[in-house]
């Protein structure tokens, strides 16, 4: 090469070095539009292996009929789009209510429960059917908050992202898998998890809601009684189906801060301390605060089996009673003393379920081939509630799982 060849050679190599290195340098001086949600949320995890559901089988008989009646109940009332009856007078037919999309989401996850008990994977298709349909409220704004939100009533409230991984966890608990349609469940359920991380406070709790459009900011002033037990579930079923520590880590924080608040009857954070000591532990502090729900709702057992009161709030303690019953279990603590309260609440409850009722109402073949199945509110309340059947699915379930587990010992 000539000695010309060489200086142009050695130029040009100058010149692609010196681009290289202003190349470089720019993209590294370029703005970055953040994502960053306005609370600002923790590192988040990388790595989503899938497990393999854990769940308990759970012995045929009355009690697992009545899971399966609820579920019939909500298939047959399922709407041509999809929809879930939110209330239905089984005397008149009206439907004619506003429906609350937090607790229609929360009844499709009870859809899959009964999928699961009853081994029908018509639930599952009728659960999927919702779930598809509900899915369309969750939104995404990028430079307002990380992940998605369930977009209901103008915002997105903190329930409604627990309660949609609730349903996701329930489905995958039926299926074992994640695929819907051309949808990979999982990620969504990450997604919601984000959004969820980003509404902690300082303190270790939550904010209930956020406008992720007008304003991109947090309502301080918002709250909901359950959505922070809601919101720890959540995280507990998220550390479940992903083994990322990250989700156990969050949910640590959040419950170190919750035992520290008065008690309430918090059935989620009952379901929540079940999955602490099945998939992690329950510490002295998690046992002492678990005991006082469960003393709480059972001190207020006699007021609750009035027949005005509602079935739905009574089918709230068995959730929490069972749940707890199954983390005292596993925790090698007492738990034989809630089994008799247990079965109380299930008595009332059960009297409530169509074509049963406590208040002497003659229930025609009609009604019964409509609305057979569905927990309805009270003798001074004829409608069927998803709430009050899906927290009748869940917590029937989840007390023979309890009978399950103690019987395999």
């Given at each position: 090469m000539?000695?010309?060849?060489?200086?142009?050679?050695?130029?040009?190599?100058?010149?692609?070095?010196?681009?290289?290195?202003?190349?470089?340098?720019?993209?590294?001086?370029?703005?970055?539009?953040?994502?960053?949600?306005?609370?600002?949320?923790?590192?988040?995890?990388?790595?989503?292996?899938?497990?393999?559901?854990e769940t308990s089988q759970i012995e045929d008989g009355a009690l697992k009929d009545s899971i399966v009646a609820a579920g019939d109940y909500l298939t047959r009332q399922q709407l041509a789009n999809g929809e879930l009856p939110y209330q239905v007078d089984f005397f008149t037919?009206?439907?004619?209510?506003?429906?609350?999309?937090?607790?229609?989401?929360?009844?499709?996850?009870?859809?899959?429960?009964?999928?699961?008990?009853?081994?029908?994977?018509?639930?599952?298709?009728?659960?999927?059917?919702?779930?598809?349909?509900?899915?369309?409220?969750?939104?995404?704004?990028?430079?307002?908050?990380?992940?998605?939100c369930l977009y209901t009533?103008?915002?997105?409230?903190?329930?409604?992202?627990?309660?949609?991984?609730?349903?996701?966890?329930?489905r995958w608990q039926a299926t074992g898998n994640f695929s819907l349609t051309d949808s990979t469940l999982l990620d969504t359920a990450v997604d919601l998890g984000y959004f969820i991380v980003s509404m902690r406070k300082p303190d270790g709790g939550f904010y209930h809601s956020f406008d992720p459009h007008l304003t991109g900011e947090?309502?301080?002033?918002?709250?909901?009684?359950?959505?922070?037990?809601?919101?720890?579930?959540?995280?507990?079923?998220?550390?479940?189906?992903?083994g990322d520590v990250f989700w156990l880590t969050q949910a640590r924080e959040v419950n170190n801060y919750m035992v520290t608040q008065p008690v309430t009857e918090d059935h989620w954070h009952s379901f929540a301390f079940g999955m602490f000591a099945r998939l992690d532990k329950l510490n002295k502090a998690d046992q002492k605060y678990a005991s006082q729900i469960a003393d709480t709702i059972i001190a207020g057992q006699v007021r609750s089996l009035d027949p005005k009161n509602s079935s739905i709030a009574t089918a709230t303690k068995i959730e929490s009673l069972a749940a707890?019953?199954?983390?005292?279990?596993?925790?090698?603590?007492?738990?034989?003393?809630?089994?008799?309260?247990i079965r109380t609440f299930i008595t009332f409850v059960q009297a409530r379920q169509?074509?049963?009722?406590?208040?002497?109402?003659?229930?025609?073949?009609?009604?019964?081939?409509?609305?057979g199945g569905g927990i309805?509110?009270?003798?001074?309340?004829?409608?069927?509630?998803?709430?009050?059947v899906q927290h009748w699915i869940n917590g029937v379930t989840a007390y023979l799982e309890y009978r399950s587990m103690i019987k395999v010992k």
């Open positions: 000539s000695s010309s060849r060489r200086v142009y050679l050695l130029l040009f190599l100058l010149a692609l070095g010196s681009a290289g290195v202003i190349f470089f340098q720019t993209k590294k001086d370029s703005p970055v539009i953040s994502s960053t949600p306005t609370v600002a949320a923790t590192l988040l995890p990388t790595s989503l292996p899938a497990r393999i559901p037919g009206e439907r004619a209510y506003s429906p609350s999309y937090l607790r229609l989401v929360a009844g499709t996850g009870s859809l899959f429960t009964v999928c699961r008990v009853s081994g029908d994977s018509n639930y599952c298709a009728a659960g999927d059917f919702a779930l598809e349909h509900y899915l369309e409220f969750l939104v995404s704004e990028p430079e307002k908050f990380k992940g998605v009533e103008g915002g997105c409230q903190l329930s409604g992202s627990a309660l949609t991984v609730d349903a996701i966890y329930k947090i309502n301080p002033d918002y709250f909901a009684a359950f959505s922070s037990g809601e919101a720890l579930l959540a995280l507990m079923e998220l550390y479940e189906m992903t707890l019953a199954q983390a005292f279990y596993l925790s090698d603590a007492e738990h034989k003393s809630l089994e008799p309260q169509l074509p049963d009722n406590n208040c002497n109402w003659d229930i025609t073949n009609e009604m019964e081939t409509k609305y309805f509110g009270s003798c001074e309340d004829a409608s069927i509630r998803i709430d009050g």
